[in-house]
């Protein structure tokens, strides 16, 4: 159904209106999100294509099948009387675009709008006012890079700005912590974090003590999560030991998969000697090592003379035997020798192209390294973890990177089992794959799992659907959907400037928001239940919060809100909880 004009749908609409910009997943899955709450209307518009009207009509939007790109689009959307436009188009360039012709057409129009672009992003929201730049890979980024560092980590932002910490919600038992025994108070105190909820009650008594078997929440910097894993639950095998057991057992399983002819050639090569030292030690009356020692001289062509079957007065079989043992340790050292030259130039080749076994340990290893991996990659690196990187086609700054030695970078196909046996896996803390194909992402984690199946593990999945079912059927990946991650985030934005997202635990879903100490100070406190507090930046540091009077001026509060009391009513949002 197409409005007739803005000032006509205008005088008939009773709800504010919303505008979605973008025809892929992430658009219509905000369209759904925001459709799903009350207190608004939603239109989406986009070129005109019959599946996404389909689907916009099923979520309870309106479609407008026109290009986005143009005033008469807008106005005939109702630009005129929207309040807030959300341009979420994979095309950073139309993004901005539209928003600008929006701005022209209604000065006071939120906008929210997609930007891959971080730096750009943030340019923009300082220069347009009441406007929010958004990047889903870079947000979605955050959630991937915590739980390679701590792998009960279910959600992760950066607070309070692009450049902040990593903080993130931590879900274990209180053993896992390692604070049982010790009230919840203390347990804050010792792992440098916000306990937010023990056994799904936020309101617990803060000087009980824990018990094992206690499920908590936990908020907090990333180090300190990371930190607060017990030292017990350490590798079960020392580095040392796994390299030993690597050359005596894994190395000739490596050389006998990768050069077959040169084990062959080893194995013939001891057969004959072996045969022929146990032969010339009989025939001519020789000590094992000094048989030895004359076989040894005799394949190897050397001919000291000190020992003959000549001079020692041997029949004609044993000089027809010294004949063979001379002709097969030439072939032998021949084939030998030829075939370490194949290893070694095959090597070099590898090496050219990047491919060179890592010998690290503790480390973190990325597959792919677009938009999302690159925002990963510079997370972990903040957190000072080493970074193994495998991208087949590397971009010149992770070449510099990898020049400066600021990571580990191997130009190959992480679907590779080969390329997966650069990485020294068996030492890794974890592998997070993140490339732009859900399949080749299953198929690196399963293929490292099969190296190491202690392997802590990170997928990306396009499809929601699908990365519950490859967490259902498999149980060995944690898998994020990037759209998934972001959805909430950007339909809240539409509303609430201060909007960062949702988290679920323990039968629970919240809302997390963020808003400056100036607008919450001078208000009435927020009723029980309403609003939790986490965190506030102050002077430059995280400080835990527990209740909001202990706010001082200038602090960013972080809070979460019970979803039951967000986004289904607007007077009872993050942003009107306070009031």
Not at 6 to 22: C, D, F, N
Not at 35 to 61: F, I, K, N, W, Y
Not at 233 to 253: D, K, N, Q, T, Y
Not at 450 to 458: E, G, K, M, R
Request: charged content about 20%; proline content about 6%.
């Amino acid at each position: 159904m197409f409005p007739c004009s803005g000032g006509e749908l205008g005088s008939m609409r009773a709800l504010p209106l919303i505008i979605i910009v973008g025809a892929d997943d992430l658009a219509l899955r905000v369209c759904e999100e925001l459709c799903a709450t009350q207190g608004h209307e939603v239109l989406l518009l986009s070129d005109d294509d019959p599946a996404v009207a389909e689907r916009a009509r099923t979520a309870g939007a309106t479609f407008v099948g026109l290009p986005p790109n143009e005033y008469e689009s807008l106005r005939a959307a109702g630009i005129l009387e929207a309040t807030s436009i959300m341009p979420v188009s994979p095309d950073d360039r139309l993004n901005l675009q539209v928003a600008l012709k929006a701005r022209d057409l209604n000065p006071d129009i939120r906008i929210v709008l997609r930007q891959f672009n971080r730096t750009l992003g943030r340019k923009i929201e300082q220069n347009v006012a009441n406007c929010t730049a958004v990047s889903p890979a870079a947000h979605a980024a955050a959630s991937y890079a915590a739980a390679a560092v701590d792998p009960a980590c279910t959600y992760a932002i950066q607070f309070p700005d692009i450049d902040g910490d990593l903080v993130g919600f931590s879900q274990r038992r209180a053993e896992d912590f390692g604070v049982v025994g010790i009230a919840a108070s203390e347990a804050e105190r010792r792992i440098s974090a916000r306990i937010v909820c023990v056994n799904g009650d936020t309101a617990y008594d803060p000087l009980r003590a824990l018990a094992a078997g206690d499920r908590v929440i936990a908020f907090g910097p990333l180090p300190a999560l990371e930190a607060a894993w017990p030292k017990a639950r350490g590798r079960a095998e020392s580095p040392f030991r796994w390299r030993l057991r690597f050359v005596l057992v894994g190395l000739p399983r490596s050389i006998a998969r990768r050069e077959p002819l040169l084990v062959r050639i080893l194995i013939a090569g001891a057969v004959t000697f072996t045969a022929a030292s146990l032969y010339f030690m009989w025939a001519l009356r020789l000590s094992l090592v000094t048989a030895s020692y004359f076989v040894t001289q005799t394949m190897a062509a050397v001919g000291y003379g000190d020992i003959t079957p000549y001079d020692r007065a041997a029949g004609w079989p044993v000089l027809l035997v010294t004949m063979a043992i001379m002709l097969a340790g030439v072939s032998i050292s021949g084939v030998f020798i030829a075939s370490i030259a194949s290893a070694l130039s095959r090597a070099q080749i590898v090496a050219l192209q990047g491919l060179r076994h890592i010998h690290a340990e503790d480390h973190v290893v990325v597959c792919g390294a677009g938009n999302v991996g690159s925002s990963v990659i510079d997370l972990l690196l903040r957190m000072r973890r080493r970074v193994v990187v495998i991208e087949q086609n590397p971009s010149s700054l992770l070449i510099e990177m990898a020049r400066d030695r600021r990571i580990e970078l191997l130009t190959g196909d992480a679907t590779n089992d080969e390329t997966l046996g650069f990485c020294d896996l068996a030492t890794a803390r974890s592998f997070v794959a993140v490339t732009n194909s859900d399949t080749a992402n299953l198929e690196a984690v399963l293929g490292a799992r099969v190296i190491n199946p202690a392997l802590s593990v990170v997928m990306r999945v396009m499809d929601r659907a699908f990365a519950r079912s490859v967490e259902r059927n498999f149980t060995i990946a944690k898998s994020f959907s990037t759209s998934e991650l972001a959805v909430a985030m950007i339909a809240g934005l539409s509303r609430f400037p201060g909007t960062r997202g949702r988290v679920a635990f323990e039968g629970g879903t919240y809302d997390l928001g963020e808003r400056p100490e100036k607008e919450i100070i001078d208000e009435a406190p927020p009723p029980a239940g309403k609003r939790i507090p986490l965190y506030v930046r102050r002077d430059g540091r995280l400080v835990p919060l527990h209740d909001f009077s202990e706010m001082k001026p200038d602090d960013r509060v972080l809070f979460i809100v019970p979803l039951s009391q967000g986004n289904l009513h607007p007077e009872s949002s993050p942003e009107a909880a306070s009031r």
